[in-house]
């Protein structure tokens, strides 16, 4: 099993710029999330999904979207990236009631 | 919403010492708080979690402890070794579907 995978593993991207952070699980778990993680704050919840067809608002949710394609695969898209978004992403999964297990992250920079 | 805090944010130890971190949570509903290891450049990896129906939990030289009055845990790692240095998160959450929510983290150098 490859667990979970993102794609891509680095990005740079110019403000007002577009794109979508793809996360796959391989699992069979119900709930995803996104993280971004900057020095000092922690891991800050963009947006989840606790199940297939079901996304919510995490902490941090303002300039993101979400798309929960199927039970594998939960995307993250940045419509118009601004510096302030410059983040390690990480991409997680849990089945139930135990622990959530990551992706390695995809770093950020928009210019 | 939830709101996690973590305390200290850096702490030095040397090899053999004890380390005790600290984590305060505000929502009285939550029921569910592990712990998260991440060494340098890789990602987080739970170490131990715990229930509200349990006041400790140990595994090997990891314990927690919860105080649910209080609203706080800890984590205690004993006879710490050169490995152990990394950063480690608590988080809350209601259930292990709901949300969770971390706190800002500690960054554990175990000095040898």
Known sequence: NAGVTQTPKFQVLKTGQSMTLQCAQDMNHNSMYWYRQDPGMGLRLIYYSASEGTTDKGEVPNGYNVSRLNKREFSLRLESAAPSQTSVYFCASTLAANEQFFGPGTRLTVL | ?112
């Open chain 2, 1 to 112: 919403g939830e709101n996690v805090e973590q305390h200290p944010s850096t702490l030095s130890v040397q090899e053999g010492d004890s380390a005790v971190i600290k984590c305060t949570y505000s929502d009285s509903a939550s029921n569910y708080f592990p712990w998260y290891k991440q060494e340098l450049g890789k990602r987080p990896q739970l170490i131990i979690d715990i229930r509200s129906n349990v006041g400790e939990k140990k595994d090997q030289r990891i314990a927690v402890t919860l105080n649910k009055t209080a609203k706080h845990f800890s984590l205690h790692i004993t006879e710490t070794q050169p490995e152990d240095s990394a950063v480690y998160f608590c988080a809350a959450s209601r259930t292990s579907y709901d949300k969770v929510i971390f706190g800002p983290g500690t960054s554990l150098s175990v000095i040898p």
